[in-house]
């Protein structure tokens, strides 16, 4: 198991980082390699061999630059450093427990170098196949570090402890996959096991000297050490799952009946039983795990001197009669289907040198994995076989239980896809792109605070996006990224991440502490506005959905600077910082911002309002509006009673361009907000389907998905407690609360929910119109019960309620 993380805060000020002492890892010293150049590709193995005369427990802060894989005696301790960027760079503080006698920590290290060809990270179809880092990590050059102050310098401190290294980087071959989508991830990898195990060893050098105090505040270049405020990873050898098709070639084309047949007989590989491939033979087998997981590869091998073994990951197969057929726009068909289908997917490979346990340098994901080896003249045996799961050790506090068998199935494939985004960010999708983004993550959070009692990675993305505003002024649309994005409409979905934790948590420290982020980006955005108070030109890319008949995300008057969807998102951004300066902040700046958002949303009536159609155009003058722009305004709650009314209609209508998976979670929001509670199960149809397809995570978007594990689209989790059980704070801090339920056809609802003091338990039943509750309230806070335009008061503790 992960050795128990300490978090050891920083002293003092963010502006004196590198001038004075301010994280204990400030008095070591970083190591590297003697001749590499310091953005030259290297994967290094440090080793430091040491004795200690009695029982101990220090404490070890240790980072690197790119990635560390750190072991002691053989067996993991910590691997890192989380994902930041420079100006907070994570170190690890781990408890270490040293009994007497000699010990060996081992780090695997490796910086990878950025290519210079534009064109390797833009390209999709027909890329660059230079291979390049995941583009979720930034970062500085290579570098290593380890340092404790409970044991003296020479014991194992880098830069004074006889730390030795291995170059790998010759034993790692790195090459880009071919996956005809976006997919940024870094490359994967062909391991020679015989030069991984023969490296020469030297000396390290000390690159950058333990940090020297500057009393005139000049602050040395270079990283900024900052805790770790994240648990360890989780990291757990999971066996199971079955064999679906086996053939004894390295063929590429389809699954054929015979294929299925003999996997039958295979059934002892996927239960981790010793499997031996003879000499001189090819083996293609495919491994179903039964549902979406994130992890690594796991073979203890035997023998095999001179065998290759390859092992890749996909989502799905797809309907293609081979490999080289599939295109972006291939389909996926039943997920839980391969017979017909072709596998494409990408992974790492090894020539095998002899018994050992396969090394790896990332994880990956998919519910599917394809091995293919090639033996040589000695057999291969498989001793032991299966993944390391990993992820962050989410433990889900809240539950969901219902009269509807077939939503309550569903609620396993949401907190899968949670799981499997939830790593040292929330990501958008585990398998293609591995990064934090704002639309994403307000999302994530939403069922986070709803279900889940640790918050920190939805706390960790809310820093992380306020650090990111330093460049251009804006939040980063994804953050950590090498190469910056900007997004208007995902900068402007910011505060409402702000906004919902001020709600949903009770922590006005940490919100405070964001008001200066707060302000700098509505002032930001503030200087965009003409003087209707409405956004013209703006930045970057102002993605909205994927609506299949728009064109990258962006409806019509999106790209040019004309649209009512990106002025409302102005308005909803405007009303979120108003009410957290209402909460927690300035009460100036508070009415300020709800002068300007109804001036603004005047504005937008003037210029987009169609009296004829009584919609919300898109643009002035466009053919067909969308469903966005109705549900959007009726969510600023502006809007008078007549076209309140007339946007419900037209929503009603379906004659729309219609939201997809990610924006209907605003549509849904709109409805519930609206006493739409038929309109709101409606538009839940396409979520119900999910199981019959195979899915055990949410796809991305409507078929052809690209990713089959993407979070956002598990927000219906958090629109069954917070919509269809309809529990929702009603003041900052979750003070007090409401429950507004929504439960369409369910007759019963059994729901709990996080809140700062413990949790709110629902349970409901409903029958001709009535509603008969039992609802259980922390200490010292109360609420509301709202049904059917009928409102009763709730008090601490235990209330029963028949309306």
Same mark, same amino acid.
């Given at each position: 198991?992960?050795?128990?993380?300490?978090? +050891?805060?920083?002293?003092?000020?963010?502006?004196?980082?590198?001038? @004075?002492?301010?994280?204990?890892?400030?008095?070591?010293?970083?190591?590297?390699? *003697?001749?590499?150049?310091?953005?030259?590709?290297?994967?290094?193995?440090?080793?430091?061999?040491?004795?200690?005369?009695?029982?101990?427990?220090?404490?070890?802060?240790?980072?690197?630059?790119?990635?560390?894989?750190?072991?002691?005696?053989?067996?993991?301790?910590?691997?890192?450093?989380?994902?930041?960027?420079?100006?907070?760079?994570?170190?690890?503080?781990?408890?270490?427990?040293?009994?007497?006698?000699?010990?060996?920590?081992?780090?695997?290290?490796?910086?990878?170098?950025?290519?210079?060809?534009?064109?390797?990270?833009?390209?999709?179809?027909?890329?660059?196949?230079?291979?390049?880092?995941?583009?979720?990590?930034?970062?500085?050059?290579?570098?290593?570090?380890?340092? /404790?102050?409970?044991?003296?310098?020479?014991?194992?401190?880098?830069?004074?402890?006889?730390?030795?290294?291995?170059?790998?980087?010759?034993?790692?071959?790195?090459?880009?996959?071919?996956?005809?989508?976006?997919?940024?991830?870094?490359?994967?990898?062909?391991?020679?096991?015989?030069?991984?195990?023969?490296?020469?060893?030297?000396?390290?050098?000390?690159?950058?000297?333990?940090?020297?105090?500057?009393?005139?505040?000049?602050?040395?270049?270079?990283?900024?050490?900052?805790?770790?405020?994240?648990?360890?990873?989780?990291?757990? $050898?999971?066996?199971?799952?079955?064999?679906?098709?086996?053939?004894?070639?390295?063929?590429?084309?389809?699954?054929? =009946?015979?294929?299925?047949?003999?996997?039958?007989?295979?059934?002892?590989?996927?239960?981790?039983?010793?499997?031996?491939?003879?000499?001189?033979?090819?083996?293609?087998?495919?491994?179903?795990?039964?549902?979406?997981?994130?992890?690594?590869?796991?073979?203890?091998?035997?023998?095999?001197?001179?065998?290759?073994?390859?092992?890749?990951?996909?989502?799905?197969?797809?309907?293609?009669?081979?490999?080289?057929? +599939?295109?972006?726009?291939?389909?996926?068909?039943?997920?839980?289907?391969?017979?017909?289908?072709?596998?494409?997917?990408?992974?790492?490979?090894?020539?095998?040198?002899?018994?050992? $346990?396969?090394?790896?340098?990332?994880?990956?994901?998919?519910?599917?994995? %394809?091995?293919?080896?090639?033996?040589?003249?000695?057999?291969?045996?498989?001793?032991?076989?299966?993944? +390391?799961?990993?992820?962050?050790?989410?433990?889900?506090?809240? @539950?969901?239980?219902?009269?509807?068998?077939?939503?309550?199935?569903?609620?396993?494939?949401?907190?899968?896809?949670?799981?499997?985004?939830?790593?040292?960010?929330?990501?958008?999708?585990?398998?293609?792109?591995?990064?934090?983004? $704002?639309?994403?993550?307000?999302?994530?959070?939403?069922?986070?605070?709803?279900?889940?009692?640790?918050?920190?990675?939805?706390? %960790?993305?809310?820093?992380?996006?306020?650090?990111?505003?330093?460049?251009?002024?804006?939040?980063?649309?994804?953050?950590?990224?090498?190469?910056?994005?900007?997004?208007?409409?995902?900068?402007?979905?910011? *505060?409402?991440?702000?906004?919902?934790?001020?709600?949903?948590?009770?922590?006005?420290?940490?919100?405070?502490?964001?008001?200066? &982020?707060?302000?700098?980006?509505?002032?930001?955005?503030?200087?965009?506005?003409?003087?209707?108070?409405?956004?013209?030109?703006?930045?970057?890319?102002?993605?909205?959905?994927?609506?299949?008949?728009? $064109?990258?995300?962006?409806?019509?008057?999106?790209?040019?600077?004309?649209?009512?969807?990106?002025?409302?998102?102005?308005?909803?951004?405007?009303?979120?910082?108003?009410?957290?300066?209402?909460?927690?902040?300035?009460?100036?700046?508070?009415?300020?911002?709800?002068?300007?958002?109804?001036?603004?949303?005047?504005?937008?009536?003037?210029?987009?309002?169609?009296?004829?159609?009584?919609?919300?155009?898109?643009?002035?003058?466009?053919?067909?509006?969308?469903?966005?722009?109705?549900?959007?305004?009726?969510?600023?709650?502006?809007?008078?009673?007549?076209?309140?009314?007339?946007?419900?209609?037209?929503?009603?209508?379906?004659?729309?361009?219609?939201?997809?998976?990610? &924006?209907?979670?605003?549509?849904?929001?709109?409805?519930?907000?609206?006493?739409?509670?038929?309109?709101?199960?409606? @538009?839940?149809?396409?979520?119900?389907?999910?199981?019959?397809?195979?899915?055990?995570?949410?796809?991305?978007? =409507?078929?052809?998905?690209?990713?089959?594990?993407?979070?956002?689209?598990?927000?219906?989790?958090? @629109?069954?407690?917070? /919509?269809?059980?309809?529990?929702?704070?009603?003041?900052?801090?979750?003070?007090?609360?409401?429950?507004?339920?929504?439960?369409?056809?369910?007759?019963?609802?059994?729901?709990?929910?996080?809140?700062?003091?413990?949790?709110?338990?629902?349970?409901?039943?409903?029958?001709?119109?009535?509603?008969?509750?039992?609802?259980?309230?922390?200490?010292?806070?109360?609420?509301?019960?709202?049904?059917?335009?009928?409102?009763?008061?709730?008090? =601490?503790?235990?209330?029963?309620?028949?309306?």
């Amino acid at each position: 198991m992960p050795s128990p993380r300490v978090i +050891i805060p920083s002293k003092g000020h963010l502006a004196d980082a590198n001038a @004075h002492l301010r994280h204990p890892a400030d008095r070591g010293a970083w190591i590297w390699h *003697p001749s590499k150049h310091k953005t030259e590709t290297a994967i290094l193995r440090f080793t430091c061999r040491f004795s200690i005369d009695s029982p101990c427990s220090p404490i070890l802060h240790v980072t690197a630059d790119q990635r560390f894989q750190l072991r002691c005696d053989g067996k993991d301790v910590s691997f890192g450093p989380d994902r930041g960027d420079i100006a907070h760079w994570t170190v690890q503080s781990i408890q270490m427990q040293f009994d007497p006698g000699e010990h060996e920590l081992e780090a695997i290290v490796w910086w990878l170098e950025e290519p210079d060809s534009i064109g390797s990270r833009t390209d999709q179809e027909g890329a660059d196949p230079t291979p390049t880092p995941p583009m979720g990590q930034m970062s500085l050059r290579g570098g290593f570090l380890v340092y /404790s102050e409970d044991l003296q310098p020479d014991v194992l401190n880098t830069g004074s402890a006889d730390w030795q290294l291995a170059d790998l980087t010759d034993a790692v071959e790195l090459f880009r996959p071919y996956i005809p989508h976006y997919f940024d991830v870094g490359p994967s990898h062909i391991f020679d096991l015989v030069r991984w195990k023969s490296a020469t060893k030297c000396g390290a050098k000390v690159i950058c000297a333990p940090l020297i105090t500057n009393d005139y505040g000049v602050r040395r270049p270079g990283w900024c050490l900052a805790p770790a405020n994240l648990p360890e990873q989780s990291r757990s $050898v999971w066996i199971g799952g079955r064999i679906r098709a086996v053939r004894d070639t390295w063929h590429a084309s389809a699954v054929a =009946p015979q294929d299925e047949k003999a996997a039958l007989d295979w059934r002892g590989l996927s239960e981790g039983k010793p499997t031996i491939f003879p000499p001189n033979t090819e083996w293609t087998i495919i491994w179903d795990l039964e549902k979406y997981r994130c992890g690594y590869p796991y073979a203890e091998i035997k023998g095999g001197q001179g065998s290759k073994l390859e092992w890749e990951w996909a989502e799905a197969l797809y309907q293609e009669p081979s490999s080289s057929d +599939i295109v972006s726009t291939s389909s996926k068909g039943n997920r839980s289907e391969v017979l017909g289908k072709s596998f494409l997917g990408y992974g790492d490979q090894w020539k095998i040198s002899g018994d050992g $346990v396969l090394p790896f340098l990332w994880w990956r994901s998919g519910r599917y994995i %394809r091995l293919r080896i090639a033996t040589g003249a000695e057999s291969l045996e498989f001793a032991q076989f299966g993944i +390391i799961e990993t992820g962050y050790p989410l433990i889900k506090d809240g @539950h969901w239980k219902s009269s509807d068998a077939a939503w309550d199935a569903l609620m396993p494939v949401f907190e899968n896809s949670f799981q499997c985004s939830a790593h040292e960010h929330w990501s958008d999708s585990p398998y293609y792109e591995q990064m934090c983004y $704002v639309g994403d993550t307000r999302l994530h959070a939403l069922s986070n605070y709803a279900f889940y009692g640790d918050d920190r990675l939805s706390k %960790r993305a809310i820093e992380l996006f306020a650090w990111s505003r330093f460049e251009s002024g804006f939040v980063a649309e994804r953050y950590p990224a090498a190469w910056r994005q900007e997004s208007i409409t995902y900068s402007m979905l910011w *505060p409402l991440m702000l906004r919902d934790f001020m709600l949903w948590r009770d922590d006005p420290i940490f919100v405070k502490q964001l008001l200066p &982020a707060l302000r700098s980006i509505m002032a930001e955005m503030e200087g965009l506005t003409r003087d209707d108070g409405l956004l013209g030109d703006y930045p970057g890319w102002p993605f909205v959905d994927w609506v299949p008949e728009w $064109v990258n995300g962006c409806g019509p008057g999106v790209r040019e600077g004309d649209s009512s969807i990106v002025n409302l998102h102005w308005v909803l951004s405007l009303q979120a910082a108003g009410e957290v300066e209402a909460a927690h902040g300035d009460p100036v700046l508070a009415e300020r911002c709800r002068r300007m958002a109804k001036n603004a949303f005047d504005s937008i009536l003037d210029r987009y309002w169609d009296g004829d159609q009584g919609l919300l155009l898109d643009t002035v003058g466009c053919v067909r509006a969308s469903e966005h722009a109705q549900f959007f305004a009726l969510l600023t709650g502006l809007l008078s009673n007549e076209k309140t009314q007339s946007c419900i209609n037209v929503l009603k209508s379906g004659d729309l361009a219609p939201a997809t998976i990610y &924006a209907a979670f605003y549509l849904l929001d709109a409805f519930y907000h609206q006493d739409c509670g038929t309109e709101l199960h409606q @538009h839940l149809i396409f979520w119900r389907g999910l199981c019959a397809q195979g899915f055990t995570a949410t796809p991305e978007a =409507p078929e052809p998905s690209r990713s089959d594990a993407h979070a956002w689209g598990s927000h219906p989790m958090w @629109h069954s407690a917070a /919509s269809i059980a309809g529990i929702r704070p009603s003041a900052p801090g979750f003070r007090s609360v409401q429950i507004a339920p929504q439960p369409g056809s369910f007759e019963k609802i059994a729901c709990s929910v996080v809140h700062p003091k413990g949790k709110i338990e629902v349970a409901l039943q409903f029958s001709e119109g009535k509603v008969y509750a039992k609802i259980w309230l922390p200490d010292e806070i109360s609420g509301i019960f709202v049904w059917n335009g009928a409102t009763r008061s709730l008090n =601490p503790g235990f209330s029963e309620i028949m309306v």
